[in-house]
């Protein structure tokens, strides 16, 4: 039993994080350049789990951790799922399916859409003339599939799992930047001559933010283990960290605008896309109350 | 990383469990400390002649030298079996013990462990007082040296087990006029000497399990300080990040049992039809999960690096505040009945009153907000 990445996996996650920082900052997720995905496509963070890749779960999850953190086009995830279990490999964008349409997220440039129909993950081919818009998450495009196209299924329920974990990571990551958000502006900003962080009620919500977002990211490392080993609970598992990340990136983002005060509210600033981000995250491969009530786990 | 235990783990789990099976009393613990504390010294002996007092503790003391994994295992194998609360030992096994491990001298060690260990000596903790409560370093109970004796004037309070202890872990202020974390110093009270006064508290669950603790010229060898004159305020600190960190893996383990447990009433009595119970039951249960990854994590950190991680800290606060939720819980699945109670049962009542000690005791959940927010976050220091 051990849940601390090894040496191999932190260097991983340190060349993660240092490639977003230089190449995907936060802040242009509000707009990404074009060009974006080609990068991403040779720097290797699209295909890498592809069977061949033989990349671990717990080390995907630590992968998309970071990714996530710095608000990275959620064609990675689509495009994730679709590279382990399709024929698909480049990019695939992510299908929403709800009760009245389907909705596509960045579908630029892709010919396919891939998300959850029902409890399986299935794949969708996307018309060329699709019309995109901007989604609430600036970061990526929407558009709605008004047709009721064939869907490919995969009836593997690990499938659909694999995505739900990856999203967990991603919602995980959005937890960690709107703490390290909040409480840097809390160091910062300056009221009543001392910074805003020594009063209490403000350290409190930094500090709330902080078990948000541990207690997301230690069910993420045990989910990946037990999806890894092919526990018998490992749906159980994804499911209860899917809920918690998605709670702390939806509690953390809100409380990120509100300790940034005025600005927080600001189109120029950045608290709105963690928040609006994990708006979007929470809708792909929702955790269900059943499993988690279910007899034996 | 991985979730798995080695064969070695897994057998040892296997003779825990075949243990505690065979051994547990049929005789339940009494609540008041005073009525307990016979049950609580034999059931420890037990412990210790069997092999399960001190997993990790050194052989040289008394323990058993095994890993911290396998402490790990034995303690979730012993809240899943319901076995008794280790009570008027807490103190010894959890603060005391590891207290002296980290920095008492070889003599000190040799003379206190075995007897911790075997239940023969009972110990309690002497921080709080009157005036210095989450301002632990505003601490004044005075230790006046006099030839190689210290002589203690003063008063303590909050100190469970006080009334049936043989020793105190007894912080204490020896330089005139040193200031707040300075001039502290960590020493072992003897709990009998001459000139102490124990005045037992009642708490609102009913049972008395703390108390006042008033010292009036009581003569303590010097010898008895452990980690040096003055440096107190470090080795109590070493107590605290203890318990912060592996001291409650069996309240942990514990709260799992009892999820489930509450999600099974729920369905017999069809609350869980109500979507609002649902959803908390639902929350719990990942939460409760959760709780056992994090756990896993810190031991992890510990078999790692030698010590718990800065992470600590948020279990202990996120593991006291999810008790009080699930005690609260299990106080709305009983609905009006919680009316028959009134003192000395133990049942979902008794615990969700007693409960509220979880974000007071050793560090208020405001204290541990403090922590995580300086230590972890780096916001600046309030006070």
Not at chain 1, 29 to 42: H, I
Not at chain 1, 184 to 190: P, S
Not at chain 2, 105 to 123: C, N, T, V
Not at chain 2, 236 to 253: C, H, K, N, P, Y
Request: proline content about 4%; glycine content about 8%.
């Amino acid at each position: 039993m051990d849940l601390t990445p090894d040496e191999d996996q932190m260097a991983l996650q340190t060349a993660t994080n240092d490639w977003c920082r230089a190449h995907m900052p936060l802040a242009e997720a509000r707009s990404r350049p074009e060009g974006l995905w080609q990068q991403l496509e040779m720097m290797g963070w699209v295909g890498m789990t592809a069977p061949a890749m033989d990349l671990d779960h717990p080390t995907e999850a630590l992968v998309f951790a970071e990714l996530g953190r710095f608000l990275a086009p959620v064609a990675l995830l689509s495009s994730a799922v679709a590279a382990r279990w399709t024929k698909f490999d480049g990019k695939v964008a992510l299908a929403l399916a709800g009760t009245d349409n389907i909705r596509l997220f960045d579908s630029h440039n892709a010919t396919h859409a891939l998300g959850l129909f029902d409890a399986n993950i299935g794949s969708v081919n996307i018309d060329a003339d699709c019309e995109t818009r901007r989604s609430l998450d600036l970061s990526t495009s929407i558009a709605h599939l008004q047709s009721n196209p064939p869907v490919e299924t995969i009836n593997d329920p690990r499938a659909a799992l694999h995505l739900q974990l990856l999203v967990a990571a991603f919602s995980v990551g959005c937890a960690d930047a709107a703490r390290d958000m909040a409480a840097d502006y809390a160091t910062l900003r300056q009221q009543f001559d001392r910074p805003i962080g020594w009063f209490q009620s403000l350290k409190h919500i930094c500090s709330d933010m902080a078990v948000r977002a541990a207690v997301a990211r230690s069910q993420l490392y045990y989910a990946a283990c037990a999806l890894q080993a092919g526990e018998s609970d490992a749906a159980f598992h994804v499911t209860a960290a899917k809920r918690l990340a998605d709670q702390a990136a939806l509690d953390n983002g809100r409380a990120n605008i509100q300790v940034h005060g005025g600005i927080g509210m600001t189109d120029e600033a950045s608290p709105h896309l963690c928040l609006k981000r994990a708006h979007l995250l929470q809708f792909l491969a929702p955790a269900e109350s059943r499993i988690l009530l279910a007899v034996s786990p | 990383m991985d979730i798995g235990f080695s064969p070695e783990e897994m057998r040892f789990r296997e003779q825990c469990r075949d243990w505690l099976h065979a051994n547990i009393p049929a005789e339940i613990r009494p609540l008041d400390a005073a009525d307990a504390i016979d049950f609580d010294k034999h059931w420890q002996r037990q412990l210790f002649d069997a092999g399960w007092a001190g997993i990790n503790w050194p052989t040289d003391y008394g323990g058993r030298g095994l890993s911290i994994v396998q402490q790990v295992i034995w303690l979730e194998e012993y809240a899943k079996a319901h076995a008794p609360w280790i009570g008027a030992n807490f103190v010894g096994i959890n603060h005391g013990g590891p207290t002296l491990i980290l920095n008492a001298s070889e003599e000190q060690k040799a003379f206190h462990l075995p007897q911790i260990l075997k239940g023969e000596a009972i110990w309690c903790q002497g921080f709080s007082e009157p005036g210095a409560g989450s301002d632990l370093a505003g601490i004044q109970t005075r230790g006046r040296i006099d030839g190689d004796e210290l002589v203690i004037n003063g008063s303590k309070i909050w100190t469970s087990f006080a009334h049936v202890a043989d020793w105190q872990e007894l912080v204490l202020r020896t330089e005139d006029g040193s200031r707040r974390h300075a001039g502290l110093s960590w020493v072992i009270c003897d709990m009998h000497a001459p000139g102490i006064t124990i005045r037992p508290i009642r708490k609102m669950s009913g049972q008395t399990e703390f108390a006042e603790v008033f010292y009036d010229d009581v003569r303590i060898p010097l010898n008895n300080v452990v980690g040096g004159l003055g440096n107190g305020w470090k080795v109590a600190m070493s107590t605290l990040s203890f318990e912060r960190g592996t001291g409650f893996i069996a309240d942990q383990v514990k709260q799992s049992e009892e999820i489930a447990e509450l999600i099974s009433k729920a369905r017999a009595n069809g609350m869980i039809n109500n979507d609002h119970i649902a959803d908390q039951l639902a929350q719990m249960r990942a939460e409760v999960a959760a709780l056992r990854a994090m756990t896993y994590r810190n031991i992890s950190e510990v078999v790692r690096t030698g010590q718990p991680g800065p992470e600590a800290s948020i279990i202990r606060l996120f593991t006291a505040e999810l008790g009080q939720r699930l005690e609260r819980m299990a106080v709305l699945l009983l609905g009006e009945v919680i009316l028959d109670f009134a003192y000395g049962d133990d049942n979902a009542v008794h615990d969700y009153l007693r409960g509220f000690a979880s974000t007071i005791a050793g560090g208020t959940a405001q204290i541990q907000r403090d922590i995580i927010g300086e230590r972890l976050l780096g916001l600046p220091k309030s006070r």
